[in-house]
C-alpha cells in the first residue's frame, strides 16, 4: 500500500520559424532566430498521504458553459493545486475544444486533439472551474488530472 502520493510534471515549448526554400516545395524549419531557446521545466510535487489528492477523470465536455469542475469529475472537490487537461479525442464531428474558465476568466483553450494545457490554480475550488466546448460539434473527450498539494 502506497505512504505517499505524488505528481510529476514536465512541459517545454519551442518557437519555430519557417523559412521557404528556392525549390518552393520544401520548407526548412528552425527554433525562432531571435529567441534561440526551447523553454521548459518541470517538477514533482507532494500530494500527502491521501490516494484522494490526486484524480484521474475521463470526461466528454458539453457545450454549457456554466460545467463546473466539480459536474465534470462527480465530486465536490474544495482545492485544486494542479490540473493538467488533455483533448484525448474529437467527441463530435468538428475540431474539438476545451474552454476552461477560473473564477470567470477564461485560464486555458485548446484547439485540436494532443492539445494540453498544465495549470497550477493555488487552491480553486472545483465549483469556481469550469470546463466547456464552444459548441455541440466541437466536444471533447479529455483527459482530466488533478491534485492537492500538501
Excluded: W
Excluded at 15 to 42: C, F, M, R, W, Y
Amino acid at each position: 500500500m502506497a505512504t505517499t502520493f505524488k505528481i510529476q510534471y514536465a512541459a517545454s515549448a519551442t518557437p519555430i520559424e519557417s523559412t521557404q526554400l528556392t525549390d518552393t516545395n520544401n520548407v526548412a524549419t528552425s527554433v525562432h532566430s531571435s529567441i534561440d531557446k526551447s523553454v521548459g521545466g518541470g517538477k514533482e510535487i507532494s500530494c500527502s498521504t491521501a490516494a484522494a489528492n490526486v484524480a484521474y477523470k475521463d470526461y466528454t465536455t458539453t457545450a454549457t458553459t456554466t460545467t463546473t469542475f466539480d459536474t465534470a469529475v462527480g465530486g465536490n472537490i474544495d482545492a485544486i493545486d494542479f490540473l493538467m487537461v488533455k483533448i484525448r479525442e474529437a467527441g463530435a464531428s468538428g475540431t474539438p475544444d476545451v474552454t476552461i474558465e477560473i473564477g470567470g476568466q477564461i485560464a486555458s483553450k485548446l484547439i485540436g486533439v494532443g492539445d494540453v494545457c498544465l495549470l497550477r490554480p493555488s487552491g480553486a475550488d472545483g465549483s469556481a472551474i469550469e470546463i466547456f466546448s464552444s459548441g455541440s460539434t466541437a466536444l471533447a473527450k479529455v483527459d482530466i488530472l488533478h491534485g492537492l498539494e500538501s
